[in-house]
């Protein structure tokens, strides 16, 4: 899974986002981005592009404010099923 977390971070990274982390928790890829404003619809072409339409499961893209902080972040999240 770490393969895949680097794919997704360095394709992100590649068109201009900035991650802020990146990694798995239960099987779910999480990646972090400090643009708020980031568009969901290039997120998922982004990610799905990267690592295979058929291969990303359950995709969800929202903003989060991390407790003690002013800043609001986007969040990518899904699940990766081997092809």
Do not use: C, K, W
Request: avoid cysteine; hydrophobic fraction near 45%.
């Amino acid at each position: 899974m770490d393969d895949i977390v680097a794919t997704v971070r360095e394709t992100l990274e590649a068109d201009g986002y900035t991650v802020n982390s990146a990694g798995v928790n239960r099987g779910q890829v999480r990646v972090s981005l400090l643009e708020a404003d980031a568009s969901a619809a290039a997120l998922r072409e982004l990610v799905t592009d990267a690592v295979g339409e058929s291969a990303v499961v359950g995709l969800s893209v929202a903003n989060e404010a991390p407790e003690g902080e002013d800043d609001v972040r986007t969040v990518i999240t899904f699940r990766y099923r081997d092809a």
